[in-house]
């Protein structure tokens, strides 16, 4: 079974794009074994989040301030 | 009318005034699920000695001789939880969980497990270990998930609360599917101890429940404290267009209007206009949190040795986690400090935000694909995270309030309050009741008659 969730997501088994070579590199580096269907899943998955993933790299964090040690159920400091 | 068709409190008023009688209402229950679960696949396993067990040794607590289903990824000093996965990362173990002790002290009976999509990874419900639970509303669709058997067992009727767990909108978005009242409360103020993620930040145990009034009193149960009752107070409530009510489907935009309009006529309150464009970076900043927290897990030893039993969905997933730079995870924790700023300065100006909890209605399990007006046909999970991440990467509460029918399945309209909000989004819920003279709250799925 090919993940159902990837359907309707045309671009994700086509196009290797740069992030997959890199996917597919660090699988082989650490010794993952991944078999076709892993393979077209993990694809499909980092197709499906790439755009969001580039934006993450792009985006200007550069002046934001680290929160120290949060409290998550509190409003920041 | 069988004292299993009554809500959570109302069961606990009539055992506590001597009308109920809990070791009646126990077999009822062990007996309905026999029943009806068949279809539901709901429950994955029922213990009745355990749970007689539990009902003799019952202090006269809120929930005394109340039965209650708890979701799979909570241990019980009896099972170790599975996950719906048939292997997980590490050994699972038997033992006595945060939620399974809220529930022992406040009397209630834990009756059984409830399924889950496998290892926590949808918001579908649609793949388990056990197979996927099913909607009452249509056994075809999916039940929403991760906590898909508690909310298929409460709109069922064989249980009348069950406690989920909520990582990534695991109680929210089943809660909407199955047309429930659904607590993600704000983060630490529900028991998890013992979780399998014990560092995580971003994972809840709460309710799912027919209504607010439910709710309230199982969440007081994991929160350890009475969750006072109140008067809804004219609010500022936002509301953020585009996307999350624009890229919705239409009846499913309507019904949550309509849930809204009474909400604010209820109240007083007002609607206030925002934009939220930071809101893709979030979602995907949420994903990376959520992942980081399993990180440690994820070595090559262990995803290698993920059997078949396990889908090729959830074992691709485990791999790419394993393979995902340390660059992302890193700067989602920065986008995450900038989007918990933003939002304490939004909670400036509104009392809460309100949408869609998911954008479109209960998908079938066999495909569970829906179609947005911005982009065709997509996957449920892409379409539903920009709508419940937000919570768990900023620790702030959500609830999932049931707000009518769309195709002859529920739509949940969500609202999220600031941090420790969780009593002021309850009152909220309450009062939409009120306005909608509980019609939506009462509607049940033909399974269930």
């Known amino acids: ?77 | 009318m069988s004292g299993l068709d009554l809500g959570l409190r109302a069961q606990a008023e009539a055992i506590a005034s001597g009308q109920l009688d809990p070791a009646e209402l126990l077999d009822a229950c062990l007996e309905r699920i026999e029943q009806r679960n068949p279809e539901l696949n709901a429950v994955v396993e029922t213990f009745p000695e355990r749970s007689r067990e539990m009902l003799a040794q019952a202090p006269r607590g809120p929930l005394y001789g109340v039965p209650v289903l708890i979701k799979d990824e909570w241990p019980l000093p009896w099972r170790a939880q599975r996950f719906g996965s048939a292997q997980m990362l590490s050994t699972p173990e038997p033992g006595e969980s945060g939620p399974y002790l809220a529930l022992r002290d406040a009397g209630a009976v834990i009756v059984g497990v409830g399924n889950m999509h496998e290892l926590g990874m949808s918001s579908t419900g649609a793949i388990s270990v056990y197979e996927p639970a099913r909607n009452p509303w249509d056994i075809e669709r999916c039940p929403g998930g991760s906590s898909s058997g508690p909310a298929s067992a409460v709109a069922s009727g064989l249980v009348a609360g069950a406690v989920g767990a909520d990582g990534l909108g695991s109680i929210r978005y089943p809660g909407a599917y199955c047309g429930l009242t659904g607590l993600k409360p704000t983060f630490g103020r529900a028991a998890i101890a013992g979780h399998e993620i014990y560092n995580t930040e971003t994972i809840v145990s709460g309710p799912l429940c027919r209504d607010a009034g439910d709710a309230r009193l199982l969440a007081s149960v994991l929160f350890g404290e009475e969750i006072p009752a109140g008067e809804a107070q004219p609010s500022r409530i936002g509301v953020v267009r585009d996307p999350l009510w624009e890229d919705c489907a239409a009846e499913v935009r309507e019904r949550c209007e309509q849930g809204l309009d009474a909400l604010v006529a209820e109240t007083g309150s007002s609607v206030v206009e925002l934009e939220l464009p930071e809101l893709g970076l979030w979602l995907t900043a949420a994903l990376m949190v959520a992942q980081a927290e399993e990180a440690a897990r994820l070595t090559p030893e262990r995803v290698n040795s993920l059997r078949k039993e396990v889908s090729p969905i959830a074992r691709g997933l485990m791999k790419l986690r394993a393979a995902i730079p340390a660059t992302l995870p890193a700067r989602s924790l920065l986008v995450r400090a900038q989007a918990r700023r933003r939002l304490a300065a939004i909670f400036e100006q509104v009392d809460m935000l309100a949408w869609p909890t998911v954008p479109a209605v209960a998908p079938p399990l066999a495909s569970p694909l829906v179609e947005l007006p911005s982009s065709g046909v997509v996957s449920a999970d892409v379409a539903n995270g920009r709508h419940g991440t937000i919570a768990n990467l900023t620790g702030i509460p959500g609830m999932s309030l049931p707000v009518g029918l769309s195709e002859g399945l529920p739509v949940g309209l969500q609202l999220l309050g600031s941090w420790q909000s969780d009593a002021a989004l309850l009152d909220a819920a309450e009062a939409l009741e009120r306005a909608t003279e509980r019609e939506f709250v009462e509607l049940r799925p033909a399974a269930r008659a």
Request: hydrophobic share 45%; charged share 25%.
């Open chain 1, 1 to 77: 079974m090919v993940a159902p969730f990837l359907l309707g997501c045309g671009r994700a088994m086509s196009e290797e794009t740069a992030f997959q070579s890199y996917i597919e590199g660090a699988l082989a580096g650490l010794e993952i074994e991944v078999d076709e269907v892993e393979r077209a899943v993990i694809k499909g998955v980092w197709a499906l989040y790439e755009p969001g993933i580039r934006a993450l790299l792009e985006a200007d964090l550069d002046g934001v301030e680290q929160e120290m040690h949060p409290d998550i159920g509190r409003a920041p400091q």
